[in-house]
């Protein structure tokens, strides 16, 4: 069976002995996106005492309690996305402390709960593994390819231009070869494909 993602973020918000617990589950293309949205919740949440998080993305994993007891936080959260077969996800929950200590078991139900009540009804869909190609051509043939792509629903990563046109395709690895195919077409040759 094919793991799951999200096809769009999802929160829930939950209070216990009146900390408050703000958790999303968001999905993730990998641990660089991942990091960022983390740091967009922490600028988010100024006033937030923790932002511990926990990630899956195509065989990544890491977590973080941020200052919460060892394991109290990051491992709950992470348990959560395995139980619901989740890749490619991010899932953070903001705490704002409510003066009252929850102890070790306290704070690991309080994480588990919160990331488990954001995914309660969340819509699943079936993580396609994907695949980067590097692309090298001719300003006339990187404009053609990037057509092309657009038209096939591949993303294109940013340019980098020079002699040539460096940039890159993320596309569901089964039509790897496809596009190397496509592309060497639509160039004549011409193109260079890596990855």
């Known amino acids: 069976m094919s793991p799951f993602t999200l096809p769009s973020p999802v929160t829930a918000e939950v209070e216990v002995r009146r900390s408050r617990f703000i958790a999303l589950a968001t999905p993730v293309a990998d641990r660089d996106a991942a990091l960022a949205e983390v740091a967009r919740l922490r600028t988010e949440h100024p006033g937030a005492n923790h932002v511990c998080w926990a990630l899956l993305a195509g065989g990544h994993s890491g977590m973080s309690d941020d200052g919460e007891p060892s394991g109290t936080a990051g491992r709950p959260i992470l348990e ?107 160039t004549q040759g011409r193109a260079v494909v890596e990855g």
Do not use: N, S
């Open 80 to 186: 959560v996305l395995r139980h619901h077969d989740l890749d490619g996800v991010l899932g953070a929950v903001v705490r704002y402390f409510g003066g009252v200590k929850l102890g070790a078991g306290g704070l690991m139900r309080a994480y588990t709960d919160a990331i488990a009540a954001a995914l309660l009804d969340a819509p699943l869909i079936e993580r396609v593994p994907e695949t980067v190609l590097a692309v090298l051509a001719d300003y006339a043939d990187a404009e053609r390819i990037r057509r092309w792509a657009d038209g096939e629903g591949h993303e294109t990563g940013d340019a980098e231009y020079g002699g040539a046109v460096r940039f890159t395709l993320r596309l569901p690895t089964m039509q790897a070869a496809a596009a190397r195919d496509a592309v060497r077409d639509l």
